[in-house]
């Protein structure tokens, strides 16, 4: 008499279990396999297994844009690292390299050695990456203070102030980023741990997204006191701008 409990018994389940997962697998991949390469039903065309060569046209007009320093090259070697190897060695979308100063040879060697697709470099305009002229620098200045002494992060930070503020909106004023329509955001320090085997600037394009992330993640108060109420009186003032499917239920 056989029992449940019993050492051999318990063995032969599991193997009768992992052989039926493996049929099922097998099975479903090979349908899928048939599904994709017979062509019997249409799939959507962000979702065939697509590739583009380097320098070829590209259904979407799109590249890279990475806002990083001279001594950010480690970093953002790993980054693009795992760009390729997740992404772009299949899809070759060409970087554009923008910087406040000029790009040194040795980021440029290690930066085009990590891929086989277009890359560009740029300087940003010192009236992109400075203050407009009407702010009010020893109130902007007095302000830093209070947020460095406040320990409020990045609070006397001038330098982030003005990446935030070409981040904003400047970036696609440069020269280089004019010839794109779409541009996907990469920067020094990220990790893409999943391969990507579709083509996201396609799946917006079709779609007609305009915008699309990751994460959202939560604002440090003291960071952006103003920020919300800032947004509110905005949208009241503008609710033509507000599409009618939004995320404020959010």
Not at 79 to 86: N, V
Not at 225 to 236: A, E, G, H, I, R
Request: aromatic share 16%.
């Amino acid at each position: 008499m056989f029992s449940i409990r019993s050492p051999l018994v318990r063995f032969l389940l599991l193997a009768i279990v992992l052989v039926g997962l493996y049929g099922l697998v097998h099975v479903n991949y090979d349908a899928a396999s048939e599904f994709i390469s017979n062509g019997s039903k249409k799939l959507d065309p962000y979702r065939r297994p697509v590739s583009y060569q380097p320098g070829e046209p590209k259904p979407v007009n799109a590249c890279f844009a990475v806002l990083a320093r001279n001594r950010d090259w480690r970093s953002l070697r790993e980054s693009m690292k795992q760009m390729e190897d997740r992404f772009n060695h299949r899809f070759n979308y060409p970087y554009v390299f923008l910087n406040d100063e000029p790009f040194s040879e040795e980021f440029k060697n290690m930066t085009r050695s990590m891929t086989n697709a277009e890359v560009h470099y740029g300087q940003i305009p010192k009236e992109h990456w400075s203050y407009p002229q009407w702010i009010d620098q020893d109130k902007a200045r007095e302000r830093r203070k209070a947020m460095s002494d406040a320990n409020v992060m990045y609070g006397g930070n001038e330098s982030y102030r003005h990446m935030c503020r070409f981040e904003s909106g400047l970036f696609f004023q440069h020269p280089l980023m004019q010839q794109f329509d779409f541009y996907w955001r990469l920067e020094p320090g990220i990790q893409y741990l999943c391969d990507i085997n579709y083509d996201p600037f396609l799946y917006m394009k079709e779609r007609k997204i305009k915008y699309g992330w990751t994460i959202g993640i939560f604002e440090l108060m003291n960071t952006v006191p103003t920020l919300w109420d800032s947004v509110k009186k905005f949208m009241k003032t503008h609710p033509e701008l507000i599409p009618q499917h939004n995320s404020l239920w959010w």
